[in-house]
């Protein structure tokens, strides 16, 4: 049996070239806010086709694929969380980031899941639309987080033809020495 359950971590990084999965250049998002990460695979639309005088739907079609999302809070403010999830380029010596001219930026994603029985879920999609923005309740128990959303994009290779916008496998669970 695979199952899965909680994040053990979430990764962002350029896009690769044509497509691909980047092989560098990932960053390690920390401080994750406890039942912070949801992602949403939606089942494909359909067409129903129907035909005279006969009940009933005679074929289904697919339609429209509707994009996986994913969304997140990090309770980690610094400055590269946020020049990450906001694309800015902000330095340690100038904290101050505008919110003028946010855009939607393109970041690859990796999501890898807590061991279950010697497994991991491990997600990926190569072009994530991502935006970011802040929330919580600043109450004594709570704290203001990063949040972030995007959705899978289909990004096409060298030759024009389009890559899988994301993916899934199961791997072994490395586990700690001792």
């Known amino acids: 049996m695979s199952a899965v359950t909680g994040v053990e971590s979430l990764e962002f990084a350029p896009m690769g070239a044509n497509g691909a999965i980047p092989t560098t250049g990932w960053v390690k998002i920390k401080d994750i806010e406890d039942g912070g990460i949801t992602m949403n695979i939606p089942e494909l639309t359909t067409i129903d086709v129907r035909v005279e005088d006969v009940t009933g739907i005679r074929f289904v079609l697919p339609g429209d694929e509707e994009p996986a999302t ?3 809070a990090s309770l980690d403010l610094s400055v590269d969380n946020a020049n990450l999830l906001f694309n800015g380029q902000v330095t ?13 930026h393109y970041l690859a994603v990796r999501l890898t ?4 029985q010697g497994k991991q879920f ?5 072009a994530l639309a991502m935006s970011a923005g802040f929330k919580n309740n600043l109450g004594r128990a709570g704290f203001l987080a990063l949040s972030f959303s995007g959705k899978t994009t289909t990004p096409v290779n060298a030759a024009g033809a389009q890559v899988s916008p994301w993916g899934y496998k199961f791997i072994d669970a490395v586990l700690p020495e001792g």
């Open 70 to 72: 994913i969304s997140g």
């Open 122 to 126: 491990q997600f990926v999609a190569p």
């Open 113 to 116: 899941s807590k061991p279950f």
């Open 92 to 104: 340690t010596d100038a904290t101050e980031f505008s919110a003028l001219g946010r855009k939607i």
